[in-house]
């Protein structure tokens, strides 16, 4: 496997068996709904899977993104990229990530980390980010103890970093990294969101930490800057390089939810992805704190991918996250990301304003401690 060790840092949560649900040593791996018949019958053949995902593809690119393909194209002069910058998009464009170590001083990403840290214990979080939410487990996340949650979900997101943490501006929004976004997808993004996120390690991997794709219908890319050393212990990123392309052997690999079979939470199991793509040829992106790992999110891959679940010396990931995506057929803007004062905004330079989608906060007092 490809990696690049590095050291960590402790920044562990103590277990507490005080969870309302469910503790680590609990969890079992819940009945997954299978998807429609028609559905399952598709991916049951490769080949016209493949075609059907490059049509939708197309579709979402070509047409639906008409609009933003044609601002990246006016906007060409300050879009144009450095060696560093095309190094990174060749590598997203034929394995479907790209790795930059140690990008950021270490210095930079530690202030942010403790504010980051700060929040999460002070639960200056969002209330309704996360799995148990988003599956109707839990109405939301609210009288919760900060140790509950780490006994009992994947992940969780601060509340408005942007109004918080002030420095998050110069990473979020480095020009480098929008470089790259833009030309890999070709497009100015009808979404760029700007999250922190917390993970916790659990007895079994949980829900995105199985193999999956994100979606097969329109480009995904998400770009980790990590606030934390990233070894085993931290849980890495790992992908399957070139299974982003849709070609017939991408879509061999069977859902566990196709298959039937109650198990990683409905995704690939590891052994489903093995049987196409040997376990030798798997990248796990090991990288020390500041460094920015991009994927294409419709190729293969998990994470944090803790290779020894339920091991106690694993400790939670922290890190900046970046989602991008082109046009989804019924999804549109929630009107609460990057929610920003306006003088930050005007700070912004033209490229940096062309990714903010700004939802301006005027007044001090609007500001929450945290978000529902």
């Known amino acids: 496997m490809a990696s690049a060790q590095q050291v960590s840092r402790p920044d562990a949560t103590k277990e507490d068996s005080r969870g309302p649900n469910l503790t680590r040593e609990r969890q079992r791996a819940p009945k997954t709904r299978q998807p429609p018949f028609l559905v399952r019958i598709l991916r049951m053949q490769p080949a016209i899977y493949s075609a059907i995902c490059r049509t939708r593809l197309f579709y979402s690119r070509r047409l639906a993104g008409a609009k933003e393909r044609s601002v990246f194209r006016r906007n060409r002069d300050i879009l144009r990229m450095n060696d560093f910058e095309a190094r990174q998009v060749e590598s997203l464009r034929r394995y479907g990530y790209a790795l930059a170590s140690r990008y950021f001083p270490a210095e930079l990403t530690d202030r942010i980390y403790g504010q980051a ?58 020009e480098s990294i929008l470089r790259i976004a833009a030309n890999f997808l070709g497009c100015i993004p009808p979404l760029y969101r700007v999250t922190v996120v917390r993970d916790f390690p659990h007895n079994r991997p949980l829900h995105s930490s199985n193999f999956h794709k994100d979606n097969d219908e329109s480009d995904s890319v998400q770009i980790f800057i990590y606030l934390v050393d990233i070894d085993d212990q931290r849980g890495p990123l790992v992908y399957v390089p070139g299974s982003n392309h849709y070609d017939v052997r991408s879509c061999r690999p069977r859902l566990s939810r196709d298959l039937g079979i109650d198990g990683n939470d409905g995704r690939l199991s590891d052994e489903e992805v093995k ?26 891959h998990k994470g944090p991918a803790w290779a020894r679940p339920g091991d106690p010396s694993n400790k939670p ?51 929450p401690e945290s978000v529902n």
């Open 117 to 174: 840290d700060a929040m999460f214990r002070n639960l200056q979080i969002d209330f309704g980010r996360a799995y148990s939410v988003q599956s109707g487990q839990r109405a939301d996340l609210r009288n919760l103890s900060y140790e509950q949650l780490a006994a009992t979900e994947k992940m969780i997101a601060l509340g408005d970093p942007l109004l918080h943490i002030p420095e998050l501006f110069q990473v979020a929004f480095n």
């Open 275 to 300: 049987r196409v793509y040997p376990r030798s040829g798997w990248a796990v992106l090991r990288t020390a704190r500041g460094s920015i790992a991009a994927i294409h999110g419709n190729g293969i």
């Open 317 to 367: 990931r922290t890190a900046i996250k970046l989602d991008l995506h082109g046009h989804k057929v019924g999804v549109v803007r929630d009107g609460r990301e990057n929610r920003m004062r306006r003088p930050d905004f005007e700070r912004l330079s033209e490229l940096q304003r062309l990714f903010a989608h700004p939802t301006f906060i005027e007044d001090e007092q609007a500001i």
